[in-house]
């Protein structure tokens, strides 16, 4: 599907291309960031998320080459430059982290098959930095967009786009991330969030009906080599899996985690008692969602956060806060909870339009971010997945 980004940001991106490289670029692609209503750090032990995509995006302009290179120009990194051939292996440079997501989508796209062509690109963006809504799948989705087009592949299946992308981050990256970020961001529909099963990647669409809003609130806090965490985490959760005899922790269910209780490391333990809970949260939000019950899914979404706070021991004092206040804002009309990775980043909140301003206000005279400024605050609305754009 087409449709129209902002043209603010389709014109810098035209002009960024036609200054940097004296031509008009031949097409132009866009994907979305994403939020996560909840299903954290489900996705990599084959469990179920329910994220929906939104209107902070990364936009890619791009014209073939008659050679083997690839140049690009980042506008959002004071038009930083760089450059590498596609006809010798393609590797990560240690030196230019942020080209490793190019390098390994060209990589990994030819890999697949496509005869990837030289070519000239720009990206710029309206994401914010650190905040956890995955820039990084939305540049990869983007990216691997245009050299598919180019390539003669403008429909690439979108769901090999997000698994290629999903492979860039474990191997030109360092995060061995799971598939819900690249695949909400590839596969998005308008208005609805997307109830991912991670093991089959079927997708179904849950409609956020004309009522309820989703708000974001960036604490301000930098997520930042993160990494580390993360990979730990899920060497944890696949520590518990192997303990148990089962493929991954979907396969588990609390009774018998519980009766191992002390065979276990407590640790270990923990860690997956968050997963097998996130996950039949995950399935109670999404009927929570579809039947409109604000009460359950405030619910839902306050023992995810604890979750996260007590057994997964990936929120931070100042997260927590701000959530607490959002949560007794929003009463028993929605609720709040950490978004993404953890360790900072952003909070989200699902509340009826008509309480926006209210909420928006507290917030703005309640929390301050670690600089001492007001949050920033995105009032959202679900967005499609990755596009083409015709000019
Ligand atoms: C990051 C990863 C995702 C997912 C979330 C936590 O965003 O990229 O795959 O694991 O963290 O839910």
């Given amino acids: ?17 036609r200054n940097s490289f004296d031509v008009a670029p031949g097409l132009m692609t866009r994907a979305p960031g994403r939020v996560n209503l909840i299903g954290e750090h489900t996705d990599y032990n084959d469990g179920f998320v329910l994220p929906a995509a939104i209107s902070r995006q990364t936009m890619v302009a791009i014209k073939p080459r008659d050679d083997a290179r690839i140049r690009i120009i980042a506008g959002d990194l004071d038009s930083a430059r760089a450059e590498f051939a596609i006809d010798r292996p393609i590797t990560p440079d240690p030196d230019a982290h942020w080209t490793n997501y190019i390098r390994g989508m060209a990589a990994l796209l030819q890999a697949e098959g496509l005869d990837i062509l030289g070519a000239d690109i720009a990206i710029v963006g309206d994401m914010p930095q650190g905040a956890g809504l995955s820039s990084s799948a939305a ?40 598939i819900m970020d690249q695949l909400v961001s590839a596969r998005a529909e308008q208005d609805h969030a997307l109830l991912i099963d991670c093991r089959s990647l079927d997708a179904t669409p849950i409609s956020l009906g004309d009522d309820l809003a989703i708000m974001i609130v960036h604490s301000g806090i930098t997520r930042g080599l993160v990494a580390g965490e993360y990979n730990s985490r899920r060497a944890e959760c696949e520590a518990a899996a192997r303990h148990f005899g089962v493929r991954a922790l979907r396969d588990l269910d609390l009774g018998t985690l519980n009766a191992e209780a002390l065979e276990l490391d407590p640790q270990v333990f923990r860690r997956a008692r968050h997963v097998v809970t996130e996950i039949a949260r995950t399935h109670y939000a999404a009927e929570a969602l579809a039947m409109g019950d604000l009460e359950l899914l405030g619910a839902l979404m306050a023992e995810s956060h604890h979750s996260m706070r007590d057994d997964f021991e990936i929120s931070l004092p100042a997260i927590d806060g701000l959530v607490e ?57 679900p967005c499609a997945g990755a596009s083409i754009i015709t000019l």
């Fill in 1 to 17: 599907m087409t449709i129209s980004p902002p043209s603010d940001m389709q014109d810098r991106l035209h002009s960024l291309f």
């Fill in 325 to 381: 206040l959002l949560a007794t804002a929003i009463g028993a009309q929605g609720g709040a909870r950490m978004t993404g990775g953890g360790f900072g980043g952003a909070v989200v909140a699902l509340l009826p339009h008509d309480m926006v301003t209210f909420v928006q206000r507290q917030i703005e005279s309640s929390y301050r971010t670690p600089k001492g400024d007001a949050p920033m605050i995105m009032v959202e609305n």
């Fill in 139 to 178: 540049l990869e989705n983007a990216v691997g967009l245009a050299l598919a087009a180019i390539a003669g592949q403008p429909d690439i299946d979108r769901t090999l786009l997000a698994k290629i992308g999903q492979q860039t981050e474990h191997e030109f990256a360092g995060c061995q991330c799971g």
